[in-house]
């Protein structure tokens, strides 16, 4: 069973997609002309845009925003599983076999931090936390300077 948005590209390659643009019937999208690819068990996906939903999910599946940095397996995991429907057990044993063959977590961390890194959502939520963070640090410092 392909998960959700996948399209065969070529009859022993399959591209992945979250949200697949048609061009012309190649089997290919958009996507995959701007966004390098990453590849586990032979299976090519195309990495997920981080938006208001992507975080939604990745907070039903047990990883919030704030530890992601904290724990970039479960991440890795929780990431691809977003390609199969949010499966979690899936992901971990696509993982694990992809290890287990020879192959590294290194393509699906870089794809998703470049993903993290490329989001506009994310890094206004990262942002407004900052303010809000620094906002009480410093209301704290007034509070220990007045007594």
């Not at 020879?102 to 490329?118: C, H, K, M, P, V």
Request: aromatic share 8%; hydrophobic share 35%.
């Amino acid at each position: 069973m392909l998960g959700r948005g996948c399209r065969k590209a070529a009859p022993f390659l399959i591209l992945a997609a979250h949200k697949p643009l048609n061009r012309g019937g190649k089997g290919f999208t958009k996507m995959a002309k701007k966004k390098k690819t990453f590849t586990i068990n032979g299976i090519a996906y195309i990495p997920i845009e981080f938006d208001f939903n992507t975080i939604c999910e990745f907070d039903e599946m047990g990883i919030s925003i704030s530890e992601i940095a904290k724990k970039p397996t479960a991440s890795a995991r929780a990431y691809l599983a977003l390609y199969h429907n949010n499966d979690k057990t899936w992901a971990g044993n696509e993982i694990q076999t992809h290890i287990v063959n020879g192959g590294s977590l290194e393509g699906i961390l870089e794809a998703f931090t470049d993903s993290l890194s490329n989001s506009g959502f994310f890094h206004k939520i990262t942002e407004q936390r900052r303010e809000k963070e620094n906002e009480q640090d410093s209301a704290e410092n007034q509070e220990a300077e007045s007594e």
